[in-house]
């Protein structure tokens, strides 16, 4: 009993890491296909000179640095958070040291002005799909949902931990590398268009919604099963799905000279 009690603790206390790695490579392979043919020999380049062989290992790479000193004042940019008694988020809402909106805008300025900035291109690629995971755009007071408990199907977890990596792991996409191809080629050319519109900021505000929405459906300890991964499992493969075209529209805006 004392170690289940301690386990719920640290799911409860620990930030955990955006969309999972699983997520994050979803992310950036979709992104990969979509680019132009320029940026992505451009991308191959950037890769080349970072610690990784291929791209979509990389994209965790931002999580993987939290514990290096170095990286510290990277610990704010995964996420912003608003006023429960707001319906939206504002550029007003990213302090002085930064959030995932200004390092968003950020990451694509080092890009544009230097293409060999290997970590402006991975810290773009993990904010990207980082901006997508609604609970990245959430509320201060309970650390954007990991202070928020629930059961997932009868094991300790919390808001924040099912949206990150446990929907995902019991969707299958962690081990069923054809889930991956199909994700993506069920992206039409209309999907493509439409999501190509917007800004990180209105980006933002569709997670936002999303988070509302599933706090509106929270209770504290509440299980989470069948049927609630049935309830958001659309909206979890849309968000990966819209994460990869914008991430590739930023990469193209970066480092394709043709693309405006």
């Known amino acids: 009993m004392r170690i289940l009690i301690a386990a719920a603790l640290l799911l ?11 997520g994050h490579q979803l992310i950036c392979d979709m992104a990969y296909q979509l680019v132009s043919d320029t940026t992505r020999l451009q991308i191959d380049s950037l890769i080349a000179a970072s610690p990784y062989q291929q791209f979509s ?15 510290d ?16 988020v504002s550029a007003a809402d990213c302090p002085a040291h930064g959030c995932i909106l200004s390092a968003i805008t950020d990451m694509q300025r080092r890009l544009k002005q230097n293409r ?5 291109l991975l810290f773009l690629a993990h904010f990207t799909g980082d901006l997508h995971q609604p609970l990245h755009v959430s ?8 202070r928020t408990a629930v059961y997932f199907y009868g094991l300790p977890n919390n ?11 019991q969707l299958g996409y962690e081990t069923d590398a054809n889930k991956a191809a199909a994700l993506f080629n069920r992206i039409s050319a209309k999907q493509r268009s439409a999501w190509r519109q917007g800004n990180a900021l209105s980006w933002a505000n569709e997670s936002a919604a999303l988070t509302l929405g599933i706090y509106q459906g929270y209770t504290p300890g509440m299980l989470i099963d069948d049927s609630y991964v049935l309830q958001y499992q659309a909206i979890v493969e849309q968000r990966l799905q819209q994460a990869g075209v914008r991430l590739a529209l930023l990469f193209d805006q970066s480092l394709d000279a043709t693309v405006n």
């Not at 409860?12 to 999972?20: D, I, K, R, T």
């Not at 060999?116 to 402006?120: L, T, Y």
């Not at 509320?139 to 990991?146: C, I, M, R, Y």
Request: proline residues 3%; hydrophobic residues 40%; glycine residues 4%.
């Open 57 to 71: 290992q990389s994209c965790s790479w931002a999580d993987e640095m939290r514990a290096d000193p170095a990286f």
């Open 116 to 120: 060999n900035d290997w970590q402006a």
């Open 159 to 169: 808001l924040h931990g099912v949206w990150d990596f446990a929907l995902l792991k």
């Open 12 to 22: 409860l206390s620990n930030p955990l890491q955006a969309f999972s790695k699983t």
């Open 73 to 88: 004042y990277a610990s704010a940019l995964h996420f912003v958070n608003f006023s429960r008694d707001k319906k939206q």
């Open 139 to 146: 509320f201060a007071d309970d650390l954007g949902g990991n």
